[in-house]
């Protein structure tokens, strides 16, 4: 599986901003997606992650109530919703996908490019 991160760019605090993952090579609908970030000089962590058919998701606590991963399986895309945005947001955020759900939170088989996303105050 391929995939491919964008959206990213400049915001103000309390905005908004949608990230896309396109994904390409196998079956798309088989694997649970996931979103994590990495700021400058810290780890990368999880973000959220959506199951195969869409109807499970779960959050980082960090995250939960502003951010909304979704997904369109016949577009071969997830997407990650983010509103009341925090300068605290601000990172490279990555796409993911494994076909475990429980897998794709720690060590997920497929990575995409980040794309970069600053929140300024």
């Known amino acids: 599986v391929q995939l491919q991160a964008s959206g990213g760019g400049l915001v103000q605090a309390g905005g908004s901003l949608r990230l896309s993952c396109a994904a390409s090579?196998?079956?798309?609908?088989?694997?649970?997606m996931a979103w994590f970030r990495q700021a400058a000089g810290k780890e990368r962590e999880f973000v959220g992650v959506i199951s195969w058919s869409g109807d499970s998701t779960y959050y980082a606590a960090s995250v939960k109530g502003r951010f909304t991963i979704s997904r369109d399986n016949a577009k071969n895309a997830v997407y990650l919703q983010m509103n009341n945005l925090k300068p605290e947001d601000t990172a490279v955020y990555y796409c993911a996908a494994d076909k475990s759900m429980v897998v794709v939170t720690t060590i997920p088989e497929y990575w995409g490019q980040g794309t970069l996303v600053t929140v300024s105050s």
């Open positions: 090579g196998r079956t798309f609908s088989a694997y649970a």
